[in-house]
């Protein structure tokens, strides 16, 4: 009897490996239910490019492979791996079924890294392998932290031509997204994407990252306008905000031209009805768009009580204000259309710090511990760093709170909050208290 | 997430409920999980027809899944499965619409005898690529108004539309409408939890 399972087991080894030799095709593994085997007929599936193993099996053979592979491979730490090749081929054979099984298993996931790096396992294989494990667990960490690692030895690489690492994003990119579709807050997935992008950075050749990152907006904005609950794609949006803030002209041109919407107008529209009315700013909506980003910015945050000498790059600083209004747009929208999500309020408040944090960075402002402190440049007020910096006086935060940007900000914010709470949003008392006590407007509210 | 999975039309007879037409959007699931999750969503779309009263309508929520269902006055139902993040209104309206056009494209006469193979409606699976974004099928619609949203019963779980004494495990086990390997499915999915509506 026992006999007869081990033959079996070796068959399904067998079969397993049969299918996996034509890997670059494959594109799913999963485990099928199936109770017993009721047709005496191979438990090994390959249909359409996936392989499946059904259910009834799965516990002989991962009994079978797990045990092999610890009495054999892994246990004598004294007999160092010269010998391996031997063994070898057996090796990857019970490692793929093992993983493909069970890949929450770092000790088996180290075992292949070895072989890569004995040149016994091959990079692109590798890639597929991990792949086809995440067809079937798109959360499994494990096997990102494996390609990554293949990924960022691939990358180290200068030579490597620009197409070829265009191939390798996109596959990258193809992953994620299956990968965050099948599984909603899947940390993992947008965890993998974000390092992606980050690795990219430091590539040496002139792959165009900017493009990229434009790509990588426009997909989150789309993505989160669809997922309004799920965190781990709000924050990877919020990382590619982040990117756009400071692309070459060249990209932004790029940028405008692949939205379908103004952003310049977006923001005069949303200055324009929220402009305090006690001020004597009599700028219309049309007059506005005829500003230069300069005289905009002058507008909106008047007064700079810049203790130092660098000069500000108001074109920078107005595209990140467009950026950042209009994602507050969308925001309002989204906020109106699907009501009590939680994560949407998150995202608000993520927008919010930013603006904040580009108020007092113009006027030359960090809040520490609570209070609002000068901040010495680093660049011209070299000496002074040691010294302790001193507390803002009162004069100057009422100027900050008296600025147009400011203040429409707030009118903004109060509109928002008093048509969501009259629709029975307990988010909206929430977002208040937030803006309050957190970033210590309690003051000025 | 806001997906819809699976929209239908059925028809409510006196002791069954048969499938008029139905489209599927099965995408995020493996391919062997394909077959046995469309049985199962036409099973459960059966199931809570036949247990909603004509001329009312109904939300179920299961896990991540949500069920909406409409029966008319007439015994014409529609059923939208998607996850709990789709507005249930939006949901609603966009059913009313489907039956509205169901109903003016086939004759009513035909309702009781007629099975998916004989009815010909083709734009339900241009309808469910449509509905993916419910912003953009809100403004297409354009009924928004007509529908008063506290007039939908929501329930929290399937258990809860079932008639007393039933389990859903049972009905299951009972029905021949669902392939051996989908039951071996549903059972996996319940014990694990996960990957399986309802």
Known sequence: ?445 | MVKVYALAVLYKGVNSATVLKAAYNLQSFSFFQKGSVQEFMTFVSKTIVERTQPASRQSVKEGEYMLQVYVRADNLAGVLISDHEYPNRVAHTLITKVLDEFSAKVPASNWATANETSVEFPVLPEYLVKFQNPREADALTKIQDDLDETKIILHNTIKAVLDRGEHLDELVAKTDSLSTSSKAFYKTARKTNSCCNF
């Not at chain 1, 324009?272 to 005829?290: G, M």
Request: aromatic fraction near 12%; charged fraction near 25%.
């Open chain 1, 1 to 445: 009897m026992e006999e007869d399972k081990f033959a079996l087991v070796e068959k399904i080894i067998k079969d397993v490996h049969n299918v996996l030799s034509k890997i670059a095709e494959l594109y799913a593994f999963d485990v099928v239910p199936m109770d017993n085997n009721f047709q005496n007929k191979s438990p090994v599936l390959h249909m359409e490019n996936c392989l499946g193993l059904e259910s009834w099996c799965v516990k002989h053979v991962y009994m079978y492979c797990y045990t092999e592979l610890m009495d054999k491979y892994c246990m004598k730490p004294n007999r160092k791996s010269r010998k391996l090749a031997f063994g070898c081929e057996r090796l990857i054979k019970l490692l793929n079924v093992t993983l493909l099984l069970k890949p929450e298993n770092n000790s088996l996931w180290n075992k292949r890294r070895e072989l890569v790096l004995q040149a016994l396992l091959d990079k692109t294989v590798e890639l597929h392998f991990s792949r086809l494990v995440l067809s079937r667990k798109p959360k499994c960490n494990e096997a990102y932290a494996y390609r990554r690692w293949v990924l960022d030895s691939i990358l180290q690489d200068d030579t490597l031509p620009v197409h070829n690492i265009e191939s390798l994003v996109n596959d990258e990119i193809v992953i994620c997204n299956l990968a965050s579709d099948k599984c909603p807050n899947n940390y993992h997935s947008w965890n993998h994407r974000t390092w992606l992008l980050n690795r990219l950075t430091r590539v040496k050749s002139n792959f165009d990252i900017d493009s990229l990152f434009i790509k990588e907006y426009h997909f989150s904005e789309k993505w989160t306008s669809k997922h309004v609950s799920d965190f781990s794609c709000f924050h990877y949006y919020q990382f590619c905000l982040k990117n756009i803030y400071s692309l070459s002209d060249e990209s932004w041109k790029i940028l405008q031209s692949s939205l379908n919407i103004n952003l310049r107008k977006v923001l005069v529209k949303l200055l324009a009805t929220n402009f305090p009315k006690d001020l004597t700013i009599q700028a219309s909506e049309e007059n506005l768009l005829s500003y230069s980003e300069e005289n905009l910015m002058k507008l909106l945050l008047a007064y700079a009580n810049k203790n130092c000498k660098c000069v500000v790059d108001y074109v920078q600083l107005c595209r990140k204000v467009e950026i950042l209004f209009h994602s507050l747009v969308l925001n309002d929208e989204l906020i109106r259309f699907y009501k009590h999500h939680e994560t949407l309020w998150y995202h608000r408040r993520f927008i919010l710090h930013e603006m904040l944090m580009v108020m007092y960075d113009h006027f030359g402002l960090v809040r520490c511990k609570g209070a609002l402190v000068k901040k010495s440049c680093k660049v011209c007020y070299f000496e002074e760093l040691r010294q302790k910096q001193p507390k803002i006086v009162r004069y100057d935060s009422n100027h900050i709170y008296s600025s147009v940007f400011f203040n429409v900000i707030l009118t903004h914010e109060k509109k928002i909050i008093d048509e969501r709470r009259t629709d029975g949003d307990n988010f909206a008392d929430r977002h208040e208290k937030y803006l309050k006590f957190v970033e210590a407007l309690n003051s000025v509210i």
